[in-house]
């Protein structure tokens, strides 16, 4: 565990899962598949927003593997600590960010949480808005892409903690 808060010598702590599968070494052409798509999908996207995009809709699935990764490559890239903590209740903190930003989140979470079958108008117009039809295309394409790293993550039970920013790739 990388966790800094003398977690190891704490016996409160509840001791980490097993995952349930290694997906991406038994299922190595679909895991380099996701490879080539992340890296298509994040062309074009904005560095820091990519990485906004990626902790909101992992929040949202419950993927702590992903919240895990995505965190700390954000503050790696030199994301403040505030702004990645205000995302799990950004609209009710619109001034921590912009308004591409704010457009990407709710366009996220539109396209996360497809519980009414479909992206609203108004979500979609605001982020068409703020971003270009090439940009919006891959906007849409990082945000597909993310989701369904999630997707494995949470099925998989990956156990977040491990992960060191830049290690990837």
Known sequence: MTTTN??????????????????AELAPDVYKAMIRLDTAARRGVDPTLLE??????SQINHCAFCVDMH???????????????????????????TEKELAALALTEAVTVLTD???????????AKCFDEAELAQ????????????????????????YQAGARK
């Open 117 to 127: 079958g479909f992206v609203p108008d108004e979500v979609y117009d605001a982020a």
């Open 6 to 23: 003398n977690a190891a010598k704490d016996t409160s702590y509840v001791p980490e899962h097993t995952p349930r599968l290694a997906w």
């Open 139 to 162: 906007l849409i394409a990082a945000i597909t892409v993310i989701n369904a790293w999630n997707r494995f993550g949470v099925t998989c039970r990956m156990v977040a903690g491990h």
């Open 52 to 57: 906004l995009v990626k902790i909101r809709a």
């Open 71 to 97: 965190s700390k490559d954000a503050l790696a890239a030199g994301e403040s600590v505030e702004r990645i903590i205000q995302l799990s209740a950004w609209d009710e903190s619109r001034h921590f960010y």
